[in-house]
């Protein structure tokens, strides 16, 4: 990275920051933010203007087109990204984009691993079907542009300026640029909100993760009102969630909105010589290498994925209800609990149990459905929306675990993403003939030894059936 011409760029573009507070340096995540002093919570580090952020709005010659509401949100930034990347040295943002590595993209993050490393992923909670999912919709968006833009010079007879013929070129000759701009937009992209959305923050994408205390989600009203009203450092320090323990310190610094500019702000005391770590959210390892290309060793927040499919299938080899019996109670839990009482939230394809939490909602409401006698199931199937969603909040953890059939069924689900999980199933057999795919060998192994220590843990909790 190009420090020196970074922090030239910053300046012209209006990225306010106390040379005085910090330093960006090389660091052994690459490169990162380091106090010259101790800081205090409160404490405004850097200030960085919205229209200095890179987004599909800011990126305005993407909107000649015309064809970008149509296109997946998700494709707005990696589209604004790859733009100004054909545009070269004339793109405002060029030399930050050269300096973050435009070229290589963030190589290791599974969108642009090849398929027969993917395969290392699967029985982890980032399956290689999703990551083929993106990287389809990612392709499919690209030529859902070009095919647009095509009727619009032939039955519109517009004529598009050099810059946007530029553009569509690149995207016509190298659709897959579009992953690498991905990448960077995942890894580094934050949200700011309103017109500008997700965006990539110069100065603000320097701090690198730590898995720490988070703020508080936006949608917490007082959270929001103090995030993006109050200058009082022990209103900025209180929305830290204690909910997650003591063992896990609160974060260093945050990013804190304002009307028309991006703060980084200290959130806990910081010493001389410490790097500043941000938290870019209480994730898991499976989310920390889908999004930004990393594992954490020992992730406080690591995370368990169990697949109801899967989970399905084990319990109708039980063969306490009969086939058809499974299929209704599936339709019922499926339809009518998810869509008239609902609760879409409890019945997805999967449930996540983290190594600090309880039986997930929606495995407790599998289990429990799919293994209570008829008798009792039959009258849920009688209750009126409002009485049913009243009736399943009676059904938590204990319904489970203190049933003997229910909890033989867990433990023999347990046991099956534990065996999956077993990080001697995969090996460096026709994987790892060049450095990237030995990282890439080297992240699955970590993302499958978190897992896995979140399946022993839940199965000592378990204990023996």
Same mark, same amino acid.
């Given at each position: 990275?190009?420090?020196?011409?970074?922090?030239?760029?910053?300046?012209?573009?209006?990225?306010?920051?106390?040379?005085?507070?910090?330093?960006?340096?090389?660091?052994?995540?690459? /490169?990162?933010?380091?106090?010259?002093?101790?800081?205090?919570?409160?404490?405004? &580090? #850097?200030?960085?203007?919205?229209?200095?952020?890179?987004?599909?709005?800011?990126?305005?010659?993407?909107?000649?087109?015309?064809?970008?509401?149509?296109?997946?949100?998700?494709?707005?930034?990696?589209?604004? &990204?790859?733009?100004?990347?054909?545009?070269?040295?004339?793109?405002?943002?060029? #030399?930050?984009?050269?300096?973050?590595?435009?070229?290589?993209?963030?190589?290791?993050?599974?969108?642009?691993?090849?398929?027969?490393?993917?395969?290392?992923?699967?029985?982890?909670?980032?399956?290689?079907?999703?990551?083929?999912?993106?990287?389809?919709?990612?392709?499919?968006?690209?030529?859902?542009?070009?095919?647009? #833009?095509?009727?619009?010079?032939? !039955?519109?007879? &517009?004529?598009?300026?050099?810059?946007? /013929?530029?553009?569509?070129?690149?995207?016509?000759?190298?659709?897959?640029?579009?992953?690498?701009?991905?990448?960077?937009?995942?890894?580094?992209?934050?949200?700011?909100?309103?017109?500008?959305?997700?965006?990539?923050?110069?100065?603000?994408?320097?701090?690198?993760?730590?898995?720490?205390?988070?703020?508080?989600?936006?949608?917490?009203?007082?959270?929001?009102?103090?995030?993006?009203?109050?200058?009082? !450092?022990?209103?900025?320090?209180?929305? &830290?969630?204690?909910?997650?323990?003591?063992?896990?310190?609160?974060?260093?610094?945050?990013?804190?909105?304002?009307?028309?500019?991006?703060?980084?702000?200290?959130?806990?005391?910081?010493?001389?010589?410490?790097?500043?770590?941000?938290?870019?959210?209480?994730?898991?390892?499976?989310?920390?290498?889908?999004?930004?290309?990393?594992?954490?060793?020992?992730?406080?927040?690591?995370?368990?994925?169990?697949?109801?499919? #899967?989970? /399905?299938?084990?319990?109708?080899?039980?063969?306490?209800?009969?086939?058809?019996?499974?299929?209704?109670?599936?339709?019922?839990?499926?339809?009518?609990?998810?869509?008239?009482?609902?609760?879409?939230?409890?019945?997805?394809?999967?449930?996540?149990?983290?190594?600090?939490?309880?039986?997930?909602?929606?495995?407790?409401?599998?289990?429990?459905?799919?293994? /209570?006698?008829?008798?009792?199931?039959?009258?849920?199937?009688?209750?009126?929306?409002?009485?049913?969603?009243?009736?399943?909040?009676?059904?938590?953890?204990?319904?489970?675990?203190?049933?003997?059939?229910?909890?033989?069924?867990?433990?023999?689900?347990?046991?099956?993403?534990?065996?999956?999980?077993?990080?001697?199933?995969?090996?460096?057999?026709?994987?790892?003939?060049?450095?990237?795919?030995?990282?890439?060998?080297?992240?699955?192994?970590?993302?499958?030894?978190?897992?896995?220590?979140?399946?022993?843990?839940?199965?000592?909790?378990?204990?023996?059936?």
């Amino acid at each position: 990275m190009r420090l020196t011409g970074l922090r030239r760029w910053m300046q012209a573009n209006g990225v306010t920051h106390d040379v005085l507070l910090t330093n960006m340096r090389k660091s052994e995540n690459g /490169i990162g933010l380091f106090a010259l002093q101790d800081l205090e919570p409160g404490q405004v &580090i #850097a200030e960085i203007p919205h229209t200095t952020c890179l987004s599909l709005v800011n990126s305005t010659a993407l909107n000649i087109l015309d064809v970008a509401e149509s296109l997946e949100c998700e494709l707005h930034l990696p589209m604004a &990204i790859l733009y100004e990347a054909s545009l070269g040295p004339a793109s405002k943002w060029w #030399a930050y984009l050269s300096a973050i590595g435009l070229e290589e993209g963030e190589p290791n993050v599974p969108l642009l691993w090849e398929d027969h490393l993917l395969e290392l992923l699967n029985g982890t909670g980032l399956e290689a079907r999703e990551v083929r999912e993106r990287r389809e919709m990612l392709l499919d968006g690209v030529a859902e542009l070009l095919e647009q #833009a095509g009727e619009m010079a032939e !039955e519109q007879g &517009i004529e598009f300026e050099p810059a946007i /013929i530029r553009f569509l070129d690149v995207l016509s000759s190298e659709p897959g640029r579009i992953l690498y701009a991905d990448s960077l937009a995942t890894s580094r992209g934050f949200n700011v909100g309103g017109e500008f959305g997700e965006v990539l923050l110069p100065f603000g994408d320097m701090l690198n993760h730590a898995c720490r205390r988070a703020p508080k989600e936006d949608e917490d009203e007082e959270a929001d009102a103090m995030m993006e009203m109050s200058e009082d !450092e022990m209103e900025i320090v209180s929305l &830290i969630d204690e909910d997650v323990g003591d063992d896990v310190p609160p974060m260093d610094a945050t990013m804190v909105i304002r009307e028309s500019t991006v703060q980084v702000m200290v959130m806990s005391p910081i010493q001389t010589g410490a790097e500043i770590m941000n938290t870019y959210g209480e994730y898991g390892n499976a989310e920390l290498l889908q999004k930004y290309g990393f594992v954490v060793p020992g992730n406080p927040f690591d995370t368990l994925y169990i697949d109801h499919g #899967a989970a /399905i299938t084990v319990m109708q080899s039980t063969g306490i209800v009969s086939r058809r019996q499974m299929r209704k109670r599936l339709q019922f839990l499926f339809g009518h609990v998810a869509e008239e009482a609902g609760l879409k939230e409890l019945v997805s394809e999967s449930s996540e149990w983290r190594i600090d939490g309880q039986l997930p909602d929606g495995l407790c409401l599998l289990l429990f459905f799919s293994m /209570i006698p008829e008798e009792a199931f039959t009258p849920y199937l009688s209750m009126d929306p409002e009485t049913l969603a009243e009736a399943l909040h009676f059904i938590e953890e204990t319904s489970v675990l203190e049933d003997t059939t229910m909890l033989q069924g867990l433990t023999t689900i347990i046991d099956g993403v534990h065996e999956a999980l077993d990080v001697s199933a995969i090996s460096d057999d026709g994987h790892c003939d060049d450095s990237v795919s030995a990282t890439a060998l080297s992240l699955a192994s970590q993302l499958r030894a978190g897992e896995l220590r979140v399946a022993q843990y839940v199965r000592a909790i378990l204990g023996p059936v």
